[in-house]
């Protein structure tokens, strides 16, 4: 049985592929500043998040939307 990835690996592992996290909140908000706040914002919640059923990477794009939504308000 090959152990579980710590958290910080997952999350180095999304930050090398998060282009797409960078795009996604540039499309949200519309300001380039903004979104690397957001992403940011998402990277250290996903650090606190306790493990679950949903992998990283939709976990980090539903955080991305909700920032970006609590941003905009």
Do not use: C
Request: no cysteine; net charge negative.
């Amino acid at each position: 049985m090959t152990p579980s990835p710590k958290p910080h690996d997952e999350l180095s592992q999304l930050a090398e592929t998060s282009g797409w996290a960078h795009g996604l909140a540039m499309r949200l908000v519309g300001d380039v500043h903004l979104a690397e706040d957001i992403v940011q914002e998402a990277m250290l919640a996903s650090l606190e998040r306790p493990d679950a059923a949903v992998s990283r990477s939709a976990w980090f794009a539903g955080a991305i939307k909700n920032l970006a939504l609590q941003k905009v308000r």
